[in-house]
Every structure is written in structure tokens, then in C-alpha cells.
């Protein structure tokens, strides 16, 4: 009886294999959902600045690499580390970028040009700006 008992806790190869992939899919999922948290922290962070001030030094910082990243079509390293999970995973990833292959679905049923995307870099920063203005320069 001990020894089934010992193979009931002990896992298989194959099983350890699927834990690890597992593992892995939900890696893949954090980082996801941590880089659309990012994406509205720089789209509408703002607010917060206006709840609190000290965050400002936070916040402009992540608007210029947002606006950095989309402008000259960088590579984000959370675009590249969830890509690099999913292949592991077996998934075959995603050749586009983040914004590009996340919400092409829902916003860009076509494509997601180039031009688009510039577009939308200069509107995080121009939303800012006015939210700062808003926040910053008294009426």
C-alpha cells in the first residue's frame, strides 16, 4: 500500500511536461494582461496623476516609451517576453505586435497599418497632454 501511495504523489514525466506547459500558457496570460494594464496606465494614467501628483514622474516615462515604441515600431520586451512564453508553450506566437495582434480583431478587422498605428502614438500623447493641461493649468 505505501508504494501507491508514493506513486499517487509522483508525477510522470509526461505529466510534469504538461504542469511545465501549464505553467507556461498562464505565464503568458500574466503578461498579457500586465502589458494591457501598462498600455491604459499610458493611455490614461493622467488620472491618476490627478489623484496623486507623485506619480507624474512615473507616468511621463511610460508616455514616452509608449510613444516610443509605437512611433518607431520598437520592440516592446513585454510583446517579446509573452512571445517567447508562447512558443514554448507549443503556441506558434505572433508575428505583429501586441497591439496589432490583440485588438486587430476588435478594432481593425482588416489590417492595422502603419500609418494607423502612428495615429494612434500621436493620440496617447495629444489625450495626455490635454489631461495634464486639465490637470495642471487652472481655468
Known sequence: ?????INLIKF??????????KLYSVLGDILAALH???ILYVALG????????ATIWLHLPCVLWGFLVQGFDWNCPLTVAEKNV????????YAEGFLTHHLNKVMYPDF?????????AVG?????????MLIYIPV
Not at 12 to 21: A, D, M, V
Request: proline share 4%.
Open 46 to 53: 493622467f488620472i491618476l496623476v490627478n489623484y496623486y501628483p
Open 12 to 21: 510522470p514525466y509526461h505529466q510534469e511536461f504538461f504542469l511545465k506547459i
Open 1 to 5: 500500500m505505501a508504494n501507491a501511495d
Open 112 to 120: 492595422m497599418s502603419r500609418k494607423i498605428t502612428i495615429i494612434i
Open 36 to 38: 494591457i494594464l501598462f
Open 124 to 132: 496617447v500623447v495629444v489625450i495626455n497632454s490635454i489631461g495634464y
Open 86 to 93: 508562447r512558443k514554448f508553450t507549443g503556441d506558434a506566437g
